[in-house]
């Protein structure tokens, strides 16, 4: 039983174009949101979060946006650069827990 | 700082045989996790300590597999006997403090045979 969704295995866009990444988790209880990013042969690293009390989180090219009431946040990197490409994690964080549960990631290629 | 340090990066072994699997987090980091990926199941928590103590282990399939932290510096993840469904990447990963960044290290491919 899946928590955390992530229905797109692959994603392929223009460099330059938004690339837009999607995710479901099914339980309200998580508070804590994260994204990492992982390229081939490496361990996956943090690139950005967001509380369950905030909707929106920017970090330059990058910014995630938490939507409580349909269970569902999206990574929107814009502009895309061919360096983007890579296999994104969407993860979730119950309060008062150590316990990161990850979905299964999508692979975005970014096109030059 | 170095970040988390794994070891082998890659691990061939026969069913039956005794693996194990070695971690360094990074110096200061009271959490250290061990992390499987699977295409099956995606990347799941096996078991993370804190100070050396092992806070959760429910994800540790069966009893053939075991964590250990004898130290700060140094953790292992041990399977006895391994079997073929066994192949897949593990991760460490560690963080300073609770609920802060997890760090994680570059993974060790294994497969058994």
């Known amino acids: 039983d899946q928590q955390v969704k992530q229905n797109s295995p692959s994603l392929s866009v223009q460099e330059g174009r938004i690339s837009i990444l999607n995710c479901d988790y099914t339980n309200s209880m998580f508070d804590y949101f994260l994204w990492y990013k992982k390229y081939p042969a490496e361990g996956p690293t943090f690139l950005i979060s967001?509380?369950?009390?905030?909707d929106k989180n920017e970090d330059g090219r990058f910014t995630v946006f938490l939507n409580k009431s349909a269970k569902h946040l999206s990574l929107h990197i814009v502009p895309s650069q061919p360096g983007d490409s890579a296999v994104y994690f969407c993860?979730?964080?119950?309060?008062?827990?150590?316990?990161?549960?990850f979905g299964k990631g999508t692979k975005l290629t970014v096109n030059p | 700082d170095a970040g988390v340090i794994q070891s082998p990066r890659h691990e061939v072994t026969e069913m039956g045989q005794e693996v194990t699997l070695r971690c360094k987090p990074i110096s200061g980091h009271d959490y250290l996790f061990w992390y499987r990926q699977t295409m099956m199941r995606g990347l799941e928590l096996l078991i993370y300590?804190?100070?050396?103590?092992?806070?959760?282990d429910s994800g540790m399939p069966e009893d053939r597999f075991s964590a250990k932290m004898p130290n700060a510096s140094f953790s292992t993840l041990k399977i006895q006997p391994s079997e073929p469904r066994d192949s897949a990447v593990y991760f460490c990963a560690s963080s300073r403090r609770s609920q802060e960044t997890q760090y994680f290290g570059p993974g060790t491919r294994l497969l058994v045979l």
């Open positions: 967001i509380s369950s009390i905030k």
């Open positions: 993860a979730a964080i119950l309060g008062g827990s150590e316990k990161l549960v």
């Open positions: 300590f804190n100070n050396n103590v092992p806070i959760d």
